[in-house]
């Protein structure tokens, strides 16, 4: 990134990780980098083109470039100021384990990834009290939770698995059943639960839990809202059972992830644990 007069920044045998700015109107040519990078949208927008595509990164976004990508960005939408970590070889293959995200282009939009990026934007933030071991550990638990929440985009049958997907981001907060779900997109469902699986890479339980993680996690930074309020806005059962469900997958409970505290447990063993080993990457 075009860089502040003092950005802030970090490296580590591990990462580099930069803090910086593009000015509106500014642009980078076609480029690469040597390793793979995660860069994390802390203001403002920007395009980027990659693979014949175009990226709208917004405020909260993380995108996940590998390393020899050869992409292009555009800043015509207004200042964008960020946070860069190019992840080093070694540390990009200790990571590989938890999930192939780092392999391919990823962008996720807010959510409990947006979330633990931010967390890690925030320890930057403590300039000479910054610590080399928290952020090395928050990016560990951003890939973790990353390859938790990549999933195949379905392919046979896709007609019907794309509207079973519509439905849940549509109405997460509903109490939606498998049954009823399978009606409505008119397939059995024995059907549903396995064509879904196979395509997203994991049960629709699941795949509804995290959509509604997702949302609380992005309240929970951004809104005052009482944690009961958002509980229950979400559809969890009472609050209760939602803090116990937000601990288990970020390590920590609702009142520090709004805090900006720092993961309790090792991501690696947590995601093995609970998930039953890393996440297939699509």
């Not at 999930?99 to 403590?126: C, K, N, S, T």
Request: some cysteine; charged content about 25%.
């Amino acid at each position: 990134m075009v860089q502040r007069s003092e950005p802030r920044q970090l490296a580590t045998a591990a990462l580099r990780v930069t803090e910086g700015i593009h000015t509106a109107g500014s642009g980078l040519p076609w480029h690469e980098h040597e390793n793979p990078t995660i860069c994390y949208v802390r203001d403002g927008a920007f395009r980027e083109y990659l693979r014949g595509r175009e990226l709208f990164c917004r405020p909260a976004s993380v995108k996940f470039t590998p390393a020899g990508e050869r992409h292009a960005n555009r800043f015509d939408l207004g200042d964008a100021r960020g946070v860069m970590v190019e992840v080093e070889a070694a540390f990009s293959l200790a990571l590989h384990p938890l999930g192939a995200v780092l392999d391919e282009p990823r962008q996720f939009e807010g959510g409990i990834v947006g979330g633990v990026a931010a967390q890690l934007a925030r320890e930057l933030d403590r300039a000479s009290e910054v610590n080399p071991a928290a952020v090395e550990g928050w990016v560990v638990e951003l890939v973790a939770v990353a390859a938790r929440r990549q999933a195949p985009t379905p392919g046979r049958g896709g007609r019907w698995l794309a509207q079973a997907r519509d439905i849940l981001h549509a109405e997460f907060s509903e109490p939606l059943g498998l049954t009823a779900l399978a009606e409505r997109v008119a397939v059995h469902p024995v059907t549903l639960a396995r064509g879904f699986r196979r395509a997203f890479g994991c049960p629709v339980g699941e795949y509804l839990r995290r959509l509604r993680l997702d949302w609380a996690a992005d309240r929970l930074l951004t809104t005052s809202q009482p944690i009961a309020a958002i509980a229950a806005a979400a559809g969890f059962a009472d609050q209760s059972h939602f803090c116990r469900v937000f601990r288990r997958e970020t390590g920590q409970a609702p009142v520090t992830w709004r805090g900006g505290g720092t993961p309790v447990a090792p991501a690696p063993a947590r995601a093995n644990r609970e998930e039953g080993g890393p996440a297939r990457a699509g």
